[in-house]
């Protein structure tokens, strides 16, 4: 009929088009992961990021809204912003975002509400959700007396019992899917913190001394030493019974001898020296003789009963006199 022929198309041309756009696909999902991030999350932190440049937030009002609901965000809403913390400054957030046991980990998982005011250690801890934590750094339920489990059983295969449709598969979105036996213990009981409820009570600040002082500041560094310099955002500065100072240096010796302890949470032990020199280098050593000899009457003139306590047990100290 005088038109042209059909065309043809071989299905071999077809056939390396489809392989080269698989190709191509294969090596964008290569090259968009990382061990601590999926493709398609890369690609939703990069919609979020667009989202956010095309259309950003307007004021402080809608600002405050969007961190005080962080609970409702996703992790690649927060990474848009304010990236994946994977280098960060503090220990806490490399830990946890770099481990392969917390994968999916998201920001909103941590830090249900942010606020936006002062920024401090003390605010950033309190950002984040305790219950959280406490899922895995707590005591594991079954190591409790009442339980049915032996302590043996708490080191034994957890696929024993837990396999098949009781397999180690964990129903929280955050934590891979795929976990090692001997990472089990870990979480459940192993990687317990030193706990009280008196953390949560609002008058906390005003009740942690005398708790630190008796735990002693290592128990605190368990939590508080990832980076944060916890205690220096408030101990670093001259508290106010310091001040004035010429009012301090006369009120200090009823003070120190209340509980000298509370001297040595900003003070070391020679600070003392500075003005009070009879204790001369030695002094450690012998100052057990002298007590023996003189009494601790001229002690407690500087120092509180329970100073002896910093170093020695009632045990020590009565082997020590009596000698």
């Not at 900003?266 to 450690?284: A, I, Q, R, V, Y």
Request: proline fraction near 6%; include cysteine; glycine fraction near 6%.
């Amino acid at each position: 009929m005088g038109g042209q022929p059909p065309v043809t198309r071989d299905p071999r041309v077809r056939l390396v088009a489809a392989a080269g756009l698989l190709l191509a696909l294969l090596v964008v999902l290569v090259l968009t992961s990382t061990p601590h991030r999926s493709s398609v999350r890369t690609w939703s932190t990069w919609v979020w990021q667009v989202r956010y440049q095309l259309q950003p937030v307007q004021n402080d009002a809608e600002l405050l809204t969007l961190h005080d609901d962080a609970a409702s965000g996703t992790r690649e809403q927060c990474v848009a912003c304010h990236g994946d913390k994977l280098d960060s400054e503090l220990l806490v957030h490399r830990i946890h975002l770099g481990s392969a046991l917390l994968s999916n980990l998201g920001c909103p998982e941590c830090h249900p509400s942010v606020d936006l005011g002062p920024r401090g250690a003390v605010t950033s801890v309190r950002w984040v959700d305790v219950g959280f934590c406490k899922k895995c750094h707590s005591p594991f339920p079954s190591a409790q007396p009442e339980s049915h489990m032996r302590e043996e059983d708490l080191h034994a295969d957890c696929t024993m019992c837990h396999s098949g449709e009781r397999a180690i598969r964990h129903a929280q979105p955050y934590l891979s899917q795929v976990v090692e036996v001997s990472e089990c213990a870990g979480c459940h009981g192993g990687r317990a913190l030193p706990w009280t409820p008196l953390h949560e009570r609002d008058d906390w600040l005003e009740l942690h001394g005398p708790e630190a002082l008796e735990a002693g500041d290592e128990s605190c560094f368990e939590c508080h030493d990832f980076g944060l310099k916890f205690c220096d955002e408030c101990h670093a500065q001259t508290p106010p019974s310091h001040i004035p100072e010429d009012r301090w240096l006369d009120t200090h010796p009823q003070a120190a001898r209340t509980d000298t302890r509370a001297c040595y949470t900003c003070h070391e032990t020679s600070f003392c020296k500075g003005c009070h020199l009879n204790h001369e280098d030695g002094w450690m050593e012998s100052h057990p003789g002298f007590v023996r000899d003189n009494g601790d009457d001229s002690c407690t003139e500087c120092h509180s009963s329970s100073a002896c306590s910093f170093c020695h047990t009632e045990l020590v100290v009565s082997d020590e006199l009596a000698q």
